[in-house]
């Protein structure tokens, strides 16, 4: 069985696009209808009730376009709203943080794993749970983790300060509470991290690993796609459509970075706060 029908991936704006990129790689003959809330960004600020309204609001717009599967590609909304976007959707949602908890899980020799991520990921503890869990699940014993927000991370990789003597400080900073605590493992848990893995690698030094969420999420995609017989197989031309609920023209000189190859053009405005949602 195949299914051509797009896969819809949202964000709180750009950041998103890192997990797009690794969808790409991965099932590159996917169609993919990608949202970006720019106008409402950032998420990693905001309260519990806005955050999974917008997510779902979000979610109904994905869901008027017809895809097959949703994919939250904000850790921060898949912390504060997958349960509710489980709950009401009728396609599967893949959320960005137990694949990185269970790569996380495998790949530490020490049993101490770092996360860092947006103040609102950090302060629902949803992450650790999901390392907990999975480290549980894996039989694993004396899982010690450690969990450090580091905000000021999303403007320096909007920035694209990703190498800059003030992104090494910033990172020095932050992460220093995670170095002194010896963690081998460090979760990237936020859409933009993975831009500044150079500096954040140099910081921790090369025995930590650090791993990206975006690839461990686009590897579950893949699976969840086999698993339910909805792969767009033999599809040599894959249409990659872009929204955005701030203007198209800066949405698209932002994104560029951030997607790596394959620009984004002919990125169409919607904004979803017209979706009635009750929470
Ligand atoms: N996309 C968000 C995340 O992964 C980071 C940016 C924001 O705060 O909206 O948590």
């Given at each position: 069985?195949?299914?051509?029908?797009?896969?819809?991936?949202?964000?709180?704006?750009?950041?998103?696009?890192t997990?797009?990129?690794?969808?790409?790689?991965?099932?590159?003959?996917?169609?993919?209808?990608?949202?970006?809330?720019?106008?409402?960004?950032?998420?990693?600020?905001?309260?519990?009730?806005?955050?999974?309204?917008?997510?779902?609001?979000?979610?109904?717009?994905?869901?008027?376009?017809?895809?097959?599967?949703?994919v939250v590609?904000?850790?921060?909304?898949?912390?504060?709203?997958?349960?509710?976007?489980?709950?009401?959707?009728?396609?599967?949602?893949?959320?960005?943080?137990?694949p990185?908890?269970?790569?996380?899980?495998?790949?530490?020799?020490?049993?101490r794993?770092?996360?860092?991520?947006?103040?609102?990921?950090?302060?629902?503890?949803?992450?650790?749970k999901?390392?907990?869990?999975?480290?549980?699940?894996?039989g694993?014993e004396?899982?010690?983790?450690?969990?450090?927000?580091?905000?000021?991370?999303?403007?320096?990789?909007?920035?694209?300060?990703?190498?800059?003597?003030?992104?090494?400080?910033?990172?020095?900073?932050?992460?220093?509470?995670?170095?002194?605590?010896?963690?081998?493992?460090?979760?990237?848990?936020?859409?933009?991290?993975?831009?500044?893995?150079?500096?954040?690698?140099?910081?921790?030094?090369?025995?930590?690993?650090?791993?990206?969420?975006?690839?461990?999420?686009?590897?579950?995609?893949?699976?969840?796609l086999?698993?339910?017989?909805?792969?767009?197989?033999?599809?040599?031309?894959?249409?990659?459509?872009?929204?955005?609920?701030?203007?198209?023209?800066?949405?698209?000189?932002?994104?560029?970075?951030?997607?790596?190859?394959?620009?984004?053009?002919?990125?169409?405005?919607?904004?979803?706060?017209?979706?009635?949602?009750?929470?």
């Open positions: 069985m195949t299914d051509n029908r797009p896969v819809g991936v949202f964000d709180s704006g750009i950041g998103g696009l997990v797009l990129r690794e969808i790409w790689k991965t099932v590159p003959e996917e169609s993919t209808i990608y949202f970006g809330d720019n106008s409402r960004s950032p998420y990693g600020t905001k309260s519990r009730s806005t955050i999974i309204r917008y997510s779902l609001q979000n979610m109904k717009f994905l869901e008027s376009k017809d895809v097959k599967m949703i590609a904000c850790n921060t909304a898949s912390a504060y709203a997958y349960e509710e976007l489980k709950a009401r959707s009728g396609v599967p949602v893949v959320e960005v943080v137990t990185g908890a269970d790569v996380a899980c495998r790949a530490t020799k020490n049993g794993i770092g996360i860092i991520a947006t103040k609102g990921t950090i302060s629902t503890g949803v992450y650790k999901a390392v907990e869990d999975r480290a549980k699940e894996l694993m004396n899982i010690e983790i450690f969990q450090q927000a580091c905000p000021l991370f999303v403007s320096l990789a909007e920035e694209g300060w990703w190498d800059k003597e003030v992104t090494r400080l910033t990172a020095e900073e932050y992460l220093k509470p995670l170095k002194e605590a010896g963690v081998d493992t460090l979760v990237m848990a936020c859409t933009h991290y993975p831009l500044l893995s150079k500096v954040i690698q140099e910081v921790m030094g090369d025995n930590v690993v650090l791993v990206n969420t975006g690839e461990a999420t686009a590897k579950v995609v893949k699976e969840l086999d698993k339910e017989g909805t792969a767009s197989e033999g599809n040599s031309s894959p249409v990659r459509e872009f929204y955005t609920s701030d203007e198209p023209e800066l949405f698209e000189q932002v994104a560029t970075p951030f997607l790596g190859e394959g620009l984004p053009s002919g990125t169409k405005h919607f904004t979803t706060d017209r979706y009635e949602v009750t929470i």
